[in-house]
């Protein structure tokens, strides 16, 4: 099983600011996420085809 990660982790991967995966989640346009409790936690396979879609989209 991959390791979890936050979305500090996941803000530095995609370039983004905290702030703006916060909003991507409340907008549902953030890679799939898991809520543990008050965390919000990424699967690092989703994030990566979360960059693979964004990149197929330009």
Do not use: C, Y
Not at 13 to 26: A, H, M, N, R
Not at 37 to 58: A, N, T
Request: charged fraction near 25%; avoid cysteine; aromatic fraction near 6%.
């Amino acid at each position: 099983m991959q390791n979890l990660i936050n979305k500090k982790q996941v803000a530095e991967i995609l370039g983004v600011s905290v702030k703006t995966v916060d909003l991507w989640i409340s907008q549902g346009k953030a890679p799939k996420h898991l809520r543990v409790g008050r965390l919000v936690k990424f699967i690092p396979s989703d994030v990566e085809e979360f960059i693979q879609k964004l990149s197929e989209g330009i």
